[in-house]
């Protein structure tokens, strides 16, 4: 062979070469496996106890980060829905090995807790298993404590402090500024906070109405945990955002004496501003603790208020309509004076009011005034002052159900007050139309008679009689009525924009300012005496209709009817009169009269707003 | 002479001649591999094992077909056939579908292929083809050298333009390993490793710190998006927190928590290894160094030249793969993306394995035919 041959290839004999070369390999493999192998021996065996607590230690978990839920204030800047610090104790899926044998050992703490296993298990399953699941809830301080000291014992279950919404004003808010509960099982699906296992949603008033700005945004942290989950340290956050504060324009001193002022009375009470159509109150009574909410409310608990007949879960304020009865008088006289009635024209009140009927034998149809003997001669002041059932029958009559709806829709009956209460109700302002479409029959004449009264088909709340009046006694200015307190450059004021003629309102006026402060007015009794602070209408509406065998043999008094067959309550005022500020709308549910339960009320409400000046403590909580 | 009885084999012959053991030993590796998948994918048998369990069945056909075909008309067509790999490589910035930034497969009636894979085995195909050539030839440095490392490094450079690193060092390794077993003096080896192991530092002495993380990212483009070490610190954390006996099947928590990542491809000896722990790792590698060991003796029993250094060159391939894959995720080696044969999930990988294993084992049923130098019989 070559030189060259040597030099490139080795000398043997091939298949020799090919043999050892190949040994070579096999040796170079074996030891280079066997390198693998000390490398495996070195990670898995020698270093195994290090790689095990970095494997524990590099866990990495995500929670979630509850967002503290928007505060609502008064319109003095008050606190009336806080959140407070709530102490819990929660299992999270991925943090133990089995869930039960968790709890059992977390009831060993707390033996006299309650632990619902079945609904905890059942929770865990249906949801991510990073997520907290409260075992348990509202612990006081000493639990709370107890359970820190013990819980290192137990795989998965941890401490945690939360938020608990907190109402200051307890009952007297309780309908209007509502509450919050856990979410219901349809809205987990909605609801960007489901995965909270403290998710709440407003279910009631601003709550419920301002739920999703009141809420704010969930945040969230990928954290490192240790073999047993506790938290070693924050990789990356992104903060929750707290909800919008809202400042309402309630007034907490007004409500709360209102709520007072109705002791227990079932009924309601709206106060309004007549120049800026804030409402400073909304009351609702008798009411709950909403607080009562914060924790799981007791089954018992929740049936009672459930089944009271006093309703005290409704805001009567908004959500329950009344026939208004002698309370729409002064719309009613409004709409005479625009369709062209002269207020002095005097007509005879013998105390009762005929009108043809076929359909009965005697040929004539029967409409009584509230006062058995009538009251003689009246005119359109008179009428309002002594509430002459006879005049506005006569009145009614001739202008027709038409333009009494159509004057009362100005004055904003019939349809919401606010736009975002959901559980408003509108009421209802008859007329031809909507009785043929609804009902399916033409209007009668007799139905405008009970009309003109406030009786029959008519329904207002509260709140709407507020707001009515006020746009009457604040020279006929339309007002955007509002519970939301706005700054000086949000007040949008139509100042300019007149619903009715002053000149009628005037008259008008005089004719509530007398049924309050001249002798014989229907609500004389209740003047603030010495003075002539406000003026109104009394109101007392019947929810049973009166046969003429009862009328023959006398009327049943109130007080011997059962409480459902008694007449509401209601009376409607504004001061003070030289100037008005407020309107005042008090329903006594089956109270009897308007004059008896509704204008004492009324004015000592009246008498609370002036002397306390409230107005000058209005602070805007955004101006600062 | 008895070598003329052996070409004559008809096919139930030769069926009967196959070596069943390697065929065992390899079906232990996919059986491992179908358990490895239902763990990784947490239980669910539709998705990676369903389709491991596919492809194995197209890769044992292929398996049958290779090792049945007369190994005359193998090497009668090994230039084609590598040419033809060639040219897939070469058409594949044209027709080639992109993943991740590279342009390794194309589409074969239906079938995403990587011919990147089955490069590795038609080189050295070619490459013992043309030394069995020139076998009687004159030694001189063109026809020992030049040549059939012009040849090899085509292959290397089209891989490695695609860019897929990873394999064409193997590609590299496979065609050195041929250079080996044909006899090429030990000087070429211990200076070419001289030369780079000692340029290398130089080399990456000039590098800045932007371009050695470009070296970094063409070793390894489609992973590692967050940081370097961070796969390879997770993998060796899930391998030693295995321990001794591991954490038991489908219980490997660093792998079930997704710090493991690939872990159905390249990493998935490490979701072995961390739930069956260091015995089980042990076993899994004697099972690979059994099969390298009998193919290697397998390969020996061969007549030809052209045999011997074909069922070798296989066997290197598939050892080169297994040590850079474990090594690779036991920390010893840099991350390149390289499969475990018949345990990660991968098609063409699966079909090239298979593809080589019937290479060799063709030349193990055919140990006694004579090859002459041109290819003709």
């Known amino acids: 062979m070559k030189k060259s041959d040597n030099f490139i290839f ?60 928007g505060i609502i204030y008064d319109a003095q800047g008050k606190p009336l829905a806080i959140n407070m610090e709530r102490y819990e104790a929660v299992i999270i899926k991925e943090e133990t090995k089995d869930v039960f044998k968790s709890l059992s050992a977390f009831q060993k703490i707390l033996p006299e807790s309650n632990i619902d296993y079945d609904q905890i298990i059942d929770e865990i399953n249906n949801r991510k298993k990073f997520v907290p699941v409260k075992i348990i809830d509202d612990l006081s301080w000493q639990e709370f404590s107890k359970i820190n000291a013990n819980i290192h014992k137990i795989d998965g279950i941890f401490p945690q402090i939360g938020f608990k919404r907190y109402y200051t004003g307890g009952p007297s808010h309780a309908h209007i500024v509502g509450y919050v509960t856990n979410l219901d099982k349809d809205e987990k699906y909605l609801s960007p906070l489901s995965d909270l296992n403290n998710a709440k949603s407003g279910k009631l ?42 400042q309402l324009t309630i007034d907490k001193e007004i409500q709360e004496y209102c709520y007072e002022r109705l002791n227990g009375l079932s009924g309601c009470i709206a106060v309004t501003n007549v120049n800026s159509g804030e409402f400073n109150a909304l009351v609702s009574s008798p009411a709950y603790d909403p607080n009562l909410f914060g924790k799981s409310i007791s089954q018992s608990t929740w049936n009672s208020l459930l089944t009271n007949k006093y309703k005290p879960l409704i805001n009567k304020a908004i959500s329950n309509h009344y026939p208004p009865g002698s309370t729409i008088k002064p719309f009613v006289a409004l709409a005479a004076l625009e369709y062209g009635i002269d207020p002095n024209q005097e007509v005879f009140c013998d105390g009762k009011h005929l009108i043809e009927d076929s359909s009965v034998e005697s040929g004539y149809k029967t409409f009584h005034c509230w006062k058995k003997g009538g ?35 100005r004055f904003g009956l019939g349809k919401n007050t606010f736009e975002c209460l959901k559980e408003e109700t509108n009421g209802l302002v008859p007329d031809k139309s909507w009785k043929l479409s609804n009902l399916g029959s033409p209007w009668m004449v007799g139905e405008t008679l009970s009309a003109g009264i406030g009786q029959g088909y008519f329904l207002a709340t509260s709140a709407q009689l507020s707001l009515a009046l006020a746009q009457l006694t604040n020279g006929g200015k339309k007002l955007s009525p509002s519970i939301f307190y706005k700054n000086l450059s949000q007040k949008n004021e139509h100042l300019d924009s007149k619903i009715a003629d002053p000149k009628y309102l005037k008259i008008i006026k005089r004719g509530l300012d007398e049924a309050t402060n001249d002798p014989g007015g229907t609500s004389y009794y209740s003047r603030i005496r010495g003075k002539h602070e406000f003026g109104g209408k009394t109101g007392t509406s019947q929810v049973r209709v009166i046969s003429s065998e009862e009328r023959e043999e006398g009327l049943i008094k109130n007080e011997d009817l059962p409480w459902e067959k008694r007449d509401h309550g209601l009376f409607i005022g504004y001061g003070p009169i030289s100037k008005p500020q407020y309107t005042v709308s008090v329903i006594v549910e089956h109270g009897g009269s308007g004059s008896g339960t509704a204008a004492p009320i009324a004015s000592d409400v009246f008498k609370f707003l002036f002397d306390n000046k409230l107005d000058l403590k209005r602070k805007n909580i955004f101006d600062v | ?126 490459l013992a083809k043309y030394f069995h050539s020139i076998h009687n030839e004159d030694h001189t440095f063109l026809n020992r050298l030049i040549i059939p490392g012009a040849i090899s490094i085509i292959p290397v450079l089209l891989v490695a333009s695609q860019p897929d690193l990873g394999t064409a060092l193997i590609i590299l390794l496979g065609a050195i390993s041929i250079f080996w077993i044909v006899g090429l003096s030990y000087k070429f080896f211990v200076a070419g490793g001289i030369i780079v192991i000692t340029s290398l530092p130089i080399f990456w002495q000039f590098l800045k710190g932007y371009q050695k993380e470009r070296v970094f990212t063409f070793f390894n483009p489609e992973r590692d998006p967050l940081g370097n070490g961070y796969h390879i610190l997770q993998s060796k954390i899930a391998l ?50 059994s099969i390298i060991g009998l193919s290697i003796s397998l390969a020996l029993t061969c007549r030809s030249l052209f045999s011997k250094y074909l069922a070798l060159g296989v066997c290197t391939v598939f050892f080169i793969y297994i040590f850079v894959n474990i090594g690779m995720v036991t920390g010893l080696l840099p991350v390149v993306g390289v499969p475990l044969p018949f345990i990660s999930y991968g098609g063409s990988s699966m079909l090239a394995v298979m593809f080589g294993f019937g290479l060799l084992m063709n030349c193990y049923i055919h140990q006694n035919t004579i090859l002459q130098k041109g290819g003709n019989i």
């Open chain 2, 240 to 289: 030693g927190s295995g321990g001794i006996f591991g954490k038991g099947y489908m219980e490997g928590t660093q792998s079930h928590l997704n710090f493991l990542p690939e872990m159905q491809t390249d990493f998935i000896f490490t979701m072995f290894g961390e739930e069956f722990g260091f015995l089980g790792s042990l076993v899994l590698i004697l099972v690979y160094a």
């Open chain 1, 205 to 246: 008033g601003i709550e419920k109405a301002k739920d999703v700005s009141l809420r704010g945004h969930i945040g969230n942290k990928n954290i490192e945990v240790n073999a047993s989950g506790r938290e070693i340290r924050e990789l990356d956050r992104i903060d929750s955002l707290p909800g919008e504060n809202i």
């Open chain 2, 1 to 126: 002479m008895y070598s003329e009885n052996s070409i004559e084999k008809n096919i139930f012959v030769k069926l009967l001649s196959i070596n069943y053991v390697l065929l065992i030993l390899i079906i232990v590796l996919f059986t491992i591999g179908i358990f490895a998948l239902f763990s990784a994918s947490n239980g669910d048998f539709s998705s990676w094992p369903m389709k491991h369990f596919q492809r194995f069945i197209m890769s044992i056909i292929l398996f049958f077909f290779v090792a049945l075909i007369d190994i005359r008309i193998i090497f009668k067509f090994a230039y084609l056939i590598f040419f033809l790999s060639i040219l897939s490589l070469v058409i594949i910035p044209f027709v080639g579908v992109e993943s991740n930034g590279a342009t390794r497969w194309i589409n074969i009636l239906g079938l995403s292929i990587q011919p990147s894979e089955f490069v590795k085995y038609t080189l050295i195909l070619a």
């Open chain 1, 375 to 409: 009251h003689g001669l009246v005119n359109l002041t008179d009428a309002i002052k002594v509430s002459c059932d006879v005049y506005f029958y006569q009145i009614s009559r001739r202008i027709g159900i038409n333009k009494i709806a159509e004057v009362c829709r």
């Open chain 1, 10 to 69: 080795e000398n043997y004999e091939t298949d020799n070469l090919i043999n050892r070369r190949a040994a070579i390999i096999t040796i170079a493999q074996g030891g280079l496996f066997s390198l693998l192998a000390g490398r495996l021996a070195y990670l898995q065996i020698a270093n195994r106890d290090n790689y095990k607590i970095l494997s524990d230690k590099n866990r990495i978990t995500h929670r979630l980060l509850e967002p503290k839920r």
